[in-house]
């Protein structure tokens, strides 16, 4: 099934799901697979950043500096949307949130400060409902 494009459409029926576990990015040097605790996995040439939860990183001994919330963005958007992004950047930049983004092939994925993610969530909200 092909994601939607229509950023309007998209807006109307957008909700943000908050996975339960706070999270962590880093980069390491060995190789590592998909697991439990193991939440994305990207390659670049500095190396391997790994998206954990905090408890998987602490369990394997890596060092814990960022600690976010992951928020899905629970509509299936298309990959060649335009513009969902841009207005959730807009809407996260309003209050003073800081916000990572990693697409899947399904959903948008937004990582924000863990002691932020609350009002992370009213504002993606208040957009929602002023959009509607």
Excluded at 24 to 49: M, R
Excluded at 67 to 84: I, K, P
């Amino acid at each position: 099934m092909a994601g939607e494009t229509d950023l309007e459409a998209i807006l109307a029926s957008l909700r943000i799901e908050r996975r339960p576990e706070p999270v962590t990015v880093l980069t390491v040097a060995e190789p590592v697979g998909p697991g439990p605790g193991i939440e994305a996995l990207i390659v670049e040439d500095e190396g391997l950043t790994v998206v954990a939860t905090v408890a998987e990183a602490e369990r394997r001994g890596w060092p814990v500096g960022f600690v976010g919330a992951w928020l899905t963005v629970a509509v299936h958007t298309s990959l060649e949307g335009v513009g969902l992004t841009a207005v959730l950047a807009r809407a996260l930049a309003d209050v003073d949130v800081a916000c990572n983004v990693i697409a899947g092939n399904h959903h948008d994925h937004l990582l924000v400060p863990l002691e932020r993610a609350e009002v992370a969530i009213e504002a993606i909200e208040a957009l929602v409902s002023s959009r509607s």
